[in-house]
């Protein structure tokens, strides 16, 4: 079925940037909703951003919004988030995960609502 290998995590300092990549294969993503989550040590898994194919909705969590953006190329079946302005706090395990379909703008952040996950990518930001 649809495999999701993420990449682009690593060390970087306060302040810094990363960008991270989501490659899709097996399966066209252009149908499904896809997004990035993320777990802290001692964390649950939260809800980062996700965008929509078939609304083309982007959604944020509050505490990246003005820093991060997600972003999409069809053609190349690959998920993208810009994160700039790195916090100590966005430290994580970051893992691209996908659905079939669309889904609302209440219900996007919910982690069991994916079928698809990557492998996971470690972003590091410290001095």
């Known amino acids: 079925q649809l495999q999701l290998v993420e990449s682009g995590g690593g060390l970087v300092q306060p302040g810094g940037s990363l960008r991270l990549s989501c490659a899709a294969s097996?399966?066209?993503?252009?149908?499904?909703?896809i997004g990035w989550f993320r777990q802290a040590p001692g964390k649950e898994r939260e809800g980062v951003s996700c965008?929509?194919?078939?609304?083309?909705?982007?959604y944020y969590a509050d505490s990246v919004k003005g820093r991060f953006t997600i972003s999409r190329d069809n053609a190349k079946n690959t998920l993208y988030l810009q994160m700039n302005s790195l916090k100590p706090e966005d430290t994580a395990v970051y893992y691209c995960?996908?659905?079939?379909?669309?889904?609302?703008?209440?219900?996007?952040?919910?982690?069991?609502?994916?079928?698809?996950w990557g492998q996971g990518t470690q972003v590091t930001v410290s001095s």
């Open positions: 995960a996908a659905l079939w379909g669309a889904i609302s703008s209440s219900r996007w952040h919910l982690f069991y609502l994916y079928e698809y």
């Open positions: 097996g399966f066209s993503s252009d149908y499904y909703t």
């Open positions: 965008i929509s194919a078939s609304h083309r909705s982007t």
